[in-house]
């Protein structure tokens, strides 16, 4: 046994022999035993400091005992409590002997494992929120599009057609696929028709390259075209047969390139934008009109919380000749603008300076202003704004929008002295956005379309003329979209016009004052797709000069277009169309005594690889 558990242990033997010595009763006349046993506890008071010995400590155990054994207890004399005495004598003989075991050596090996369980200390961090109640409904999240797989993807696409009036048809396009570095690609395009009308034929053909490069900073993009179109000069009055006319054939060929350098979109705040295009074209006819145009533009914009400040330009030079002149047409734009834009409002605010040299000089300041205001919130807004800019007359303008006009075209710059307008324009309906705009346009030198005829000499050409002065054009325009679904969607576009001209021999000549495009899209399942459009056009004026002694314009009717098609894919790769042109077959004049083409159907298929 251990050494620390010898003293517990005499503790209790002492304690017990005392108990039981000072439960007896003492004899009369026996005092003396009694000191002997108080003198035998004074000895075993206080151990000695020095540790004893195990041996030391048996033996002192066992010579306490006997000691204590030898003592006599006479209990006679024990007075009762109450005042009596013991009735019954007690003599106690023989004391209690304690036996001690021999010590016992345990023999377990102490766990020096540590299994006290660690406590990570909490640390609490209160949220510093308002409890809201919001029971609303909450909106669904948007559902990810599953990626597209690339065994999927068809980077090249070809469509052939054929139809009636003798229609040729084709397409293809080309690509180098999925790379969001890299983009090249090209594309080739053909239409020609025959009309019932004798010499009354066209074509056009298309083709381009195009490229587009993307780096960490900046985005490098480019392309060249070739367009190449053609048609015969077949238009007379069909009730007035002349006795012979100038059918010549007349075609018109441009090739063209641009570049651009852009600084790709970050959204960091206080961000600095910059982008610069280089464009060039240069145009020709079956005759003698020439064109050579180069425009460098771009704009530098420093963005600072909900402040815009940056400007704007372009150089653009033009030459222009025919048989009659040879032109030196340029100007240079500059746009200097501060713009502010909230949450409610848009504030744009500048000037546009445009200095106009070549074969005439001259400098305007005009107005750029523009303001957008949220009337009602995430659903209409209100705009005004006020602009003004220089018009230069194009070769490749005029003869794309009338491809009947003769040889030296007029040449003449007009001027939008000031462009107002003010509408709403905003979303009404799920899916449904409109936009509605007034306008009043002051426009100086306006171009006018009109027919130069002399039948006489077979002559059926148109030329260009100007209003000298100031003419003002008054109008409305409206706007609708309706998405009613990803299957369905129909937009059109309608304008209203009334011109005021400021030369009274003139009116507003090939200019109607009505007009409305619409079209649908119709996506009726993933393999049938259907598409028409609806053109609907106002009486206009020509002056026709060849009637004699006649002062009274020649009006050219009004008149409606329907067109549509439908394409059906067979496969993921071939796919069927059909496109139909003028519904309902009207001999419809564009301008006098030019009629489009008739009822025509065309079709064929489409295949992508």
Not at 165 to 182: I, M, V
Not at 523 to 540: F, Y
Request: positive net charge; glycine residues 8%.
């Amino acid at each position: 046994m251990k050494v620390k558990y010898i003293y517990p242990l005499l503790t209790l033997v002492f304690a017990l022999c005392f108990v039981y010595a000072g439960a007896q009763t003492p004899h009369k006349g026996k005092k003396p035993a009694a000191k002997a046993v108080k003198t035998a506890k004074k000895k075993t008071g206080k151990p000695a400091k020095a540790k004893p010995t195990i041996a030391q400590q048996k033996t002192n155990a066992k010579s306490l005992g006997e000691a204590v054994s030898k003592v006599k207890v006479d209990t006679t004399k024990k007075m009762n409590p109450n005042g009596g005495s013991l009735s019954e004598e007690i003599v106690v003989t023989t004391a209690y002997k304690p036996v001690l075991a021999d010590a016992v050596k345990i023999r377990i090996n102490p766990d020096l494992e540590d299994k006290t369980p660690f406590k990570a200390p909490l640390t609490y961090f209160p949220i510093d929120k308002r409890l809201e109640l919001n029971t609303a409904i909450k909106p669904l999240s948007a559902m990810k599009r599953p990626a597209e797989r690339d065994s999927d993807l068809a980077n090249n696409y070809i469509k052939l057609g054929l139809g009636n009036l003798k229609t040729t048809y084709g397409e293809a396009y080309f690509d180098n696929g999925r790379d969001q570095a890299l983009q090249v690609g090209g594309y080739i395009k053909h239409f020609a028709q025959d009309g019932t009308l004798l010499d009354q034929n066209s074509s056009k053909e298309q083709a381009g390259v195009f490229g587009k490069s993307i780096g960490e900073v900046n985005s490098l993009s480019g392309r060249i075209d070739y367009n190449y179109s053609s048609n015969y000069f077949y238009g007379y009055d069909q009730l007035n047969p002349p006795p012979s006319l100038m059918v010549n054939k007349q075609h018109f060929s441009t090739i063209g390139a641009e570049g651009e350098l852009a600084k790709n979109y970050e959204d960091v705040p206080n961000d600095f934008t910059y982008a610069f295009k280089l464009k060039a074209y240069k145009f020709s006819d079956a005759y003698q009109a020439q064109e050579s145009n180069v425009v460098l533009s771009g704009f530098l914009n420093e963005t600072i919380h909900q402040f815009y400040a940056g400007v704007s330009g372009s150089l653009d030079f033009s030459t222009q000749k025919d048989s009659l002149y040879n032109y030196n047409n340029s100007l240079i734009r500059a746009n200097p603008y501060i713009k502010f834009q909230g949450d409610n409002y848009k504030i744009d605010a500048g000037i546009n300076i445009v200095d106009q040299f070549g074969y005439t000089s001259s400098l305007h300041i005009f107005p750029a202003v523009r303001l957008e205001f949220q009337v009602v919130p995430k659903y209409v807004r209100l705009f005004v704004e006020a602009k003004g800019d220089v018009n230069k007359s194009s070769l490749l303008d005029f003869y794309s929008t009338n491809p009947f006009l003769g040889q030296d075209v007029n040449i003449k710059n007009s001027v939008d002295q000031l462009d107002l307008a003010a509408g709403l324009k905003g979303t009404i309906a799920p899916g449904l956005g409109f936009k509605v705009t007034v306008f009043r346009n002051q426009v100086k030198d306006m171009p006018l379309f009109v027919s130069n005829f002399n039948f006489a000499q077979g002559y059926n050409r148109f030329q260009v003329i100007y209003d000298d002065g100031t003419a003002k054009v008054s109008g409305l325009t409206g706007e609708l979209d309706y998405k009613a679904s990803e299957d369905v969607d129909i937009f059109g576009r309608v304008e209203f016009k009334d011109y005021q001209m400021s030369t009274a021999a003139i009116q507003p000549w090939n200019l109607p004052k009505f007009k409305l495009t619409s079209g649908t899209i119709l996506h009726i399942s993933d393999k049938v797709d259907i598409k028409g459009t609806l053109l609907i056009r106002g009486s206009a004026l020509d002056p026709n000069p060849i009637k004699a002694g006649s002062t009274t314009p020649t009006t050219i009717s009004s008149f409606v277009d329907l067109s549509g098609g439908v394409e059906y894919k067979a496969t993921k790769r071939i796919s069927v169309f059909v496109n139909v042109n003028n519904l309902l077959n009207g001999s419809n004049q564009t301008w006098l005594y030019y009629p489009d083409y008739g009822f025509n159907i065309f079709g064929g298929v489409g295949f992508a690889f």
